[in-house]
């Protein structure tokens, strides 16, 4: 984008638009039946070292960590293939898709998302969202430090940010004040976790999922709009 739009929405991948941690619970399967639940818990424990440490989900480079001493198993080989073909698109949300193209009919729409430069692209490629937002991608380390050069990439006049963690959403919510409308979506384990938490500032919407989305009109995400309402669980 070279000229400022009036408003951008921003949407976050990992249990906004596919279910992660379906994903991470079929990895899990997975692992163990190849290589027994002790191994399969030994790579979770190295995933969660290097989340630590790198402040994103890293599958591929766990694995890398955790071929350690399977060098000799035939199935290690497959992992690989396993992680880099996992077929996402099955993984999308109900209606994830559709609250995408009907978002884009109201303004410029673009995945924000934090990750590494192989696995995540490849499943934003593989579960079609690529596609539905037509390139519009943005994958960064940690997306809510990125928002100026995030601003520059696609300038407007204000921004919606859609995610499953109200503490990005409070984080960028300090930074943009007034420019941001932050929708928390209340799926996946994150959001769950949250419950317990005292999120400050509150997120400006809050919906129980992302087909939610469908049908609202450009005034809704303005600050002056209401709000719009949980859904019933």
């Known amino acids: 984008m070279s ?8 949407l976050d991948v990992d249990n906004t638009l596919l279910d992660n941690d379906r994903f991470a619970d079929d990895l899990g399967d997975t692992l163990a039946q190849a ?19 790198l402040g994103y989900a890293d599958y591929l480079g766990a694995l890398q960590h955790f071929r350690r001493g399977l060098d000799n198993e035939p199935a290690l080989l497959q992992m690989s293939k396993y992680l880099l073909e996992y077929p996402f ?12 193209a009907h978002l884009r ?21 593989h579960a079609g969202i690529w596609a539905a937002v037509r390139g519009e991608v943005l ?9 100026v050069a995030m601003q520059q990439r696609y300038p407007a006049a204000h921004y919606v940010m859609v995610d499953d963690k109200p503490q990005i959403l409070a ?43 469908r ?19």
């Open 105 to 125: 009919t109201l303004a410029p729409t673009v995945i924000l998302s934090d990750g590494d430069v192989v696995f995540q692209p490849r499943k934003i490629q």
């Open 171 to 213: 984080a960028m919510k300090q930074q943009l004040g007034a420019r941001l409308t932050t929708v928390f979506v209340r799926q996946g384990h994150y959001a769950a976790d949250s419950a317990r938490e005292t999120i400050a500032p509150a997120p400006d919407l809050v919906i129980a999922c992302i087909g939610e989305l």
């Open 139 to 147: 994958i960064y380390l940690h997306k809510q430090r990125m928002l």
């Open 215 to 233: 049908g609202r009109k450009l005034e809704d995400f303005l600050p002056s709009a209401p709000a719009i309402a949980l859904a019933a669980d």
């Open 89 to 100: 698109a099955e993984r999308l949300y109900p209606h994830a898709l559709e609250t995408i």
């Open 3 to 10: 000229e400022a739009a009036a408003l951008v929405f921003l």
């Open 35 to 53: 290589f027994g639940a002790g191994e399969r818990d030994r790579y979770w424990s190295i995933y969660a070292q290097l989340r630590d440490e």
